[in-house]
């Protein structure tokens, strides 16, 4: 049986006034799947995630969830559907004047009824979940930047959210850091059995954590493909997919 679709984006068009970045994008993304949004630079990779987690309004379409118009809910609704979120920005989005488990309490606080130290305890339980136990107390200045995007999952998922957003999670990462982290949003869509939207371009994370994804077109201002990263890679007939995709290709693991 076919897993049931988690997000559906109908239509949608995205747009900065009379500027139409991307027009009727139209894709479903299954629960439990890894969804890679791909594209050249400056196609509307980031923000399409914008949209899809409320932080842009479409100028067209529609973002479902679970069947659920997210596009159209009242304000108390959409509130409670972003609870179900975890977001991961590109430069982890740590404060920097917050140790490790004061950044990941902060959902903790404004969202559930725990009292400090159990707050405390589920902070510490996130980062050890992501690597990092016994650095509850240290600063973002004082470690490295792969920990510091492992510091920014374990606050994306304070909540237990069932939809986790990615924005570039490999951004500035040695090739080490990055195959660990992509282990670990592997890791963390089994153990939650999430599902997750990651917006990227390196072909190494793509074709090791995807298992379906799209590909927006600059030039054409939609997606002209829709798939498995590997499909695409092997069989896509579009020139700028293949290329894409076929870049560097000694390096792509797998």
């Not at 510091?148 to 924005?167: H, S, T, V, W, Y």
């Not at 990227?200 to 829709?226: K, Q």
């Amino acid at each position: 049986m076919a897993a049931e679709a988690h997000i559906a984006v109908r239509h949608l068009t995205m747009a900065y006034g009379d500027y139409v970045l991307m027009r009727d994008l139209d894709f479903t993304v299954r629960r439990g799947d890894v969804f890679v949004v791909m594209g050249g630079s400056g196609c509307g990779k980031s923000t399409l995630l914008r949209h899809l987690i409320g932080l842009m309004e479409p100028a067209a379409g529609e973002i479902l969830y679970d069947g659920e118009s997210f596009t159209h809910a009242d304000p108390a609704t959409r509130v409670r559907m972003l609870r179900r979120f975890g977001v991961l920005y590109q430069s982890g989005a740590l404060f920097s004047s917050l140790t490790l488990a004061e950044n990941v309490a902060l959902p903790l606080e404004e969202f559930t009824a725990l009292r400090p130290a159990e707050i405390r305890e589920v902070a510490a339980f996130k980062l050890a979940l992501v690597g990092l136990r016994g650095f509850e107390d240290f600063y973002p200045a004082e470690i490295s930047g792969g920990m510091q995007k492992r510091a920014g999952l374990a606050r994306a998922i304070a909540l237990d959210p069932d939809i986790l957003f990615f924005d570039e999670p490999s951004a500035g990462l040695d090739p080490i850091s990055a195959r660990r982290l992509d282990d670990l949003i592997l890791e963390l869509r089994d153990s939650l059995g999430a599902t997750i939207v990651v917006v990227t371009h390196e072909l190494a994370s793509i074709f090791t954590i995807g298992t379906d994804s799209i590909f927006l077109d600059a030039e054409s201002h939609t997606i002209v493909a829709h798939g498995p990263p590997r499909e695409l890679r092997d069989h896509c007939e579009h020139p700028t997919v293949r290329r894409f995709l076929r870049r560097g290709e000694d390096g792509a693991r797998g």
